[in-house]
């Protein structure tokens, strides 16, 4: 996966943590759900101490933060986006120049 690799280039220079926000059950989180099952295994395989969190909690609404040097974050919405939209998004902030 391109965002992996990406992303092992990225830590530690810039980024510092990414977070990705959904709901258990709405549609709107099902790509988020979908991302998460997918390619959560493999991002962390290929990146074991950087810290990818997943919070899920009932009616929010999906999003990826990006968090990077000195405390700036980027959000990005994640609405009714499939897995490999959420994949396309997660390269997008790992390569930002913040």
């Not at 926000?21 to 962390?44: D, M, W």
Request: hydrophobic share 45%.
């Amino acid at each position: 996966m391109a965002a992996a690799r990406a992303m092992s280039a990225a830590v530690g220079k810039t980024l510092r943590e990414v977070r990705i926000h959904f709901c258990q059950t709405s549609p709107a989180s099902l790509g988020a759900r979908q991302f998460v099952e997918q390619y959560y295994v493999p991002l962390k395989k290929a990146n074991p101490e950087f810290p990818i969190l997943i919070r899920e909690c009932s009616g929010v609404q999906p999003k990826l933060w990006a968090r990077y040097a000195f405390g700036k974050e980027r959000c990005v919405a994640l609405d009714n986006m499939n897995a490999e939209q959420v994949a396309k998004e997660l390269e997008k902030v790992v390569n930002l120049k913040p």
